[in-house]
T-cell receptor, first 113, second 108 residues
Framework: DTGVSQNPRHKITKRGQNVTFRCDPISEHNRLYWYRQTLGQGPEFLTYFQNEAQLEKSRLLSDRFSAERPKGSFSTLEIQRTEQGDSAMYLC???????????FGPGTRLTVT | GQQLNQSPQSMFIQEGEDVSMNCTSSSIFNTWLWYKQDPGEGPVLLIALYKAGELTSNGRLTAQFGITRKDSFLNISASIPSDVGIYFCTGGSEKLVFGKGTKLTVNP
């Protein structure tokens, strides 16, 4: 399968714990995006990378959130000291540079208890 | 910031019927994209529109980029049960702005 992959698909954690999600984009794509989606809403932009450079971060991305793409391939999204409000689907997408057509992965569903 | 309004919020139709949904924006977009999302999965890109007035088809799906650049329409002809899902319009640039979606239910 050459699509965007995300791991894990589901994560249940207790409040206060740290969690990390991984995204592997389509191999030819050098742009990678993170979105968050809560129930009944469309995805909301969090941040994006071109190669290893993080080019933009949303105000939604609080200090507890950090994203990296160290070698310009896969990316990780870490949430520290999770809160119940962090419960959501975290989506990753990738695209060619200059293209607005973003291809999404299956998402990671986070539940904070 | 930009806001997208999708209508209707939900639709209940019989298999075989045609479906129309639309999306309006508070500001001009240079691109419109339509996605479909199944429960527990990521959105899947259906159609991309790049020019005002453009009409593009993908199988039974047809989408149009409104002339004002502030709206777009999606039509599904001869619906089938697998069309069930949430349809999102989006536009913008690197950071896609999504509407709340139109939830489609198809009764066999």
């Amino acid at each position: 399968d050459t699509g965007v992959s995300q791991n894990p698909r589901h994560k249940i954690t207790k409040r206060g714990q740290n969690v990390t999600f991984r995204c592997d984009p389509i191999s030819e794509h050098n742009r990678l995006y993170w979105y968050r989606q809560t129930l009944g809403q469309g995805p909301e932009f969090l941040t994006y990378f071109q190669n290893e450079a993080q080019l933009e971060k949303s105000r939604l991305l609080s200090d507890r959130f950090s994203a990296e793409r160290p070698k310009g391939s896969f990316s990780t999204l870490e949430i520290q000291r999770t809160e119940q409000g962090d419960s959501a689907m975290y989506l990753c997408a990738s695209s060619f540079p200059g293209s607005y057509e973003q291809y999404f992965g299956p998402g990671t569903r986070l539940t904070v208890t | 910031g930009q806001q997208l309004n999708q209508s209707p919020q939900s639709m209940f139709i019989q298999e075989g019927e045609d479906v129309s949904m639309n999306c309006t924006s508070s500001s001009i977009f240079n691109t419109w994209l339509w996605y479909k999302q199944d429960p527990g999965e990521g959105p899947v890109l259906l159609i991309a529109l790049y020019k005002a007035g453009e009409l593009t088809s993908n199988g039974r799906l047809t989408a149009q980029f409104g002339i004002t650049r502030k709206d777009s329409f999606l039509n599904i002809s001869a619906s089938i049960p697998s069309d069930v899902g949430i349809y999102f319009c989006t536009g913008g640039s690197e950071k896609l702005v999504f509407g709340k979606g139109t939830k489609l239910t198809v009764n066999p």
